[in-house]
Nanobody
């Protein structure tokens, strides 16, 4: 089990950008698939993006393709989500998560083992 902590959320105008960070504890970060999810109040948590342990494979929800980019720095035990061209519909709490299994990509909440506490992203119109 690893501990995850998100940061970088905030308030941004439509069309703007934010970069979220997810810092992970432990020595095994490089073996984990990392994912980003988001959840608006009263709605289900939804998949945003995932990246394999090597960083060579990525997957994105259709709603964010071409706008968001997931990356990782295994030396820093940190995953990132670069969010560009933000829309009001992107407003949500964003969570990072990790998955120890080998298959890729995991896109369901139940496929992930550890979760951060979330960081709020608000996009104004």
């Amino acid at each position: 089990q690893v501990q995850l902590e998100e940061s970088g959320g905030g308030l941004v105008q439509a069309g703007g950008s934010l970069r979220l960070s997810c810092a992970a504890s432990g020595r095994t970060f490089s073996t984990l698939t990392m994912g980003w999810f988001r959840q608006a109040p009263g709605k289900e948590r939804e998949f945003v993006a995932a990246i394999s342990w090597s960083g060579k494979s990525t997957d994105y929800a259709d709603s964010v393709k071409g706008r968001f980019s997931i990356s990782r720095d295994n030396a820093k035990n940190t995953a990132y989500l670069q969010m560009n061209s933000l829309k009001p519909e992107d407003t949500a709490v964003y969570y990072c998560a990790s998955d120890h299994r080998f298959h890729f990509p995991p896109v369901l909440v139940e496929e992930y083992d550890s979760w951060g506490q979330g960081t709020q992203v608000t996009v104004s119109s």
